[in-house]
């Protein structure tokens, strides 16, 4: 008797191509119907889990930034061009799981309302105890913190988020001081700035690819390649990227917007993540 093989990378490819439509209609529901958006995560967590089933070759890994940090841009080229599975939800942001979900203790300093728990670590490993099957790495992805709030106010204002509960500021400086600090606990965490990304994705992820290699015995066949569309970011588009490279994104602030904004950044996340301290001779107004 002939035993029909089943194509399961296809089935994979099926379901990614479906979880992507999903994600897409996410972001035309942010504009339209808010209402809907919880409802479409949810199918969308679905789709990827059946999407995994069929992924064995696959590494697991997790995600991990601030809203409006890249994480979306980040997601696209690991899960398209690496042999990863990527393991976050987004159907609960109280959750470890969640990309942006507030790591840190002090829970006072989170800034976005919908994001707050009431969980806290000690060390990296009680933070890992959280998931029954640990991934093999965690990509912790950055933007230069002045870049950074103004696309996080931009989109809170489209959004129609009520006024932030925390300078978004002490926000930054309390989600990756934590991640810094469970990175001196292990070698799983490894950091990519959004900057990096643009300039050269095949460099800025080197490390972490290797640990995929190491992994999955597999490699990229190829240089890896910046996506031209990213699901759930529809503003991204390679046009832009000279405001990150050139650090355009200066010129918005003032004088007293830089000297207030320096004021609250910790020199030792600033360091730990590769970011400068810009003086305010560099503000555009």
Same mark, same amino acid.
């Given at each position: 008797?002939k035993?029909?093989?089943r &194509?399961y990378?296809?089935?994979a490819?099926?379901?990614t191509r479906?979880?992507?439509?999903?994600?897409?209609?996410?972001?035309?529901?942010v504009?339209?119907?808010?209402?809907t958006?919880?409802?479409?995560?949810? @199918?969308?967590?679905?789709?990827?889990?059946?999407?995994?089933?069929?992924?064995?070759d696959r590494?697991?890994i997790?995600?991990?930034?601030l809203q409006r940090?890249?994480?979306?841009?980040? /997601? *696209?080229?690991v899960?398209?061009q690496? %042999?990863?599975?990527?393991?976050?939800?987004?159907a609960?942001?109280? /959750?470890?799981?969640?990309? /942006?979900?507030?790591?840190?203790?002090d829970?006072s300093?989170i800034s976005a309302?919908?994001?707050h &728990? &009431?969980?806290?670590y000690?060390?990296?490993n009680?933070?890992?105890?959280?998931?029954?099957?640990?991934?093999?790495?965690?990509?912790?992805?950055?933007?230069?913190?002045?870049?950074w709030?103004?696309?996080?106010? *931009?989109?809170?204002?489209?959004?129609g988020?009520?006024?932030?509960s925390?300078?978004?500021?002490?926000?930054?400086?309390?989600?990756?001081?934590?991640w810094?600090q469970?990175?001196?606990q292990?070698d799983?965490?490894?950091f990519?700035?959004?900057?990096?990304l643009l300039?050269?994705?095949?460099?800025? @992820?080197?490390?972490?690819?290797?640990r995929?290699?190491?992994?999955?015995g597999?490699?990229?066949?190829?240089? @890896?390649?910046?996506?031209?569309?990213v699901?759930?970011?529809p503003?991204?588009?390679?046009?832009? +990227?000279?405001? /990150? @490279? +050139?650090?355009?994104y200066?010129?918005?602030?003032?004088?007293?917007d830089?000297?207030?904004?320096?004021? *609250?950044? +910790? %020199?030792?996340?600033? +360091?730990g993540l590769?970011?400068?301290?810009?003086?305010?001779?560099h503000?555009?107004?």
């Open positions: 008797m035993i029909k093989r &194509n990378g296809s089935a490819r099926n379901a479906l979880s992507i439509a999903v994600a897409s209609a996410t972001a035309r529901a504009r339209r119907t808010p209402s958006i919880p409802a479409l995560r949810s @199918l969308n967590n679905i789709i990827r889990g059946i999407s995994e089933r069929f992924i064995g590494a697991p997790l995600i991990y930034g940090s890249g994480t979306n841009f980040l /997601h *696209k080229i899960s398209s690496l %042999h990863v599975v990527i393991k976050n939800s987004d609960d942001r109280s /959750h470890p799981r969640q990309k /942006h979900f507030r790591i840190f203790d829970k300093r309302t919908g994001y &728990n &009431n969980k806290t000690r060390d990296f009680e933070f890992e105890a959280e998931f029954s099957s640990a991934p093999i790495a965690y990509l912790v992805i950055s933007k230069d913190p002045y870049s709030i103004l696309s996080y106010k *931009k989109w809170a204002k489209k959004c988020w009520p006024e932030f925390a300078d978004p500021i002490d926000d930054y400086v309390s989600f990756y001081g934590k810094l469970f990175a001196a292990t799983k965490i490894f990519v700035r959004y900057v990096d300039r050269d994705p095949t460099a800025a @992820l080197l490390p972490f690819a290797k995929v290699e190491a992994t999955t597999k490699s990229p066949t190829k240089s @890896l390649r910046r996506p031209v569309k699901p759930q970011s503003a991204y588009s390679l046009a832009s +990227d000279t405001v /990150h @490279l +050139d650090k355009q200066l010129l918005a602030y003032s004088t007293e830089m000297i207030s904004i320096n004021a *609250k950044l +910790d %020199h030792s996340v600033m +360091d590769g970011y400068d301290i810009e003086p305010p001779r503000a555009g107004k």
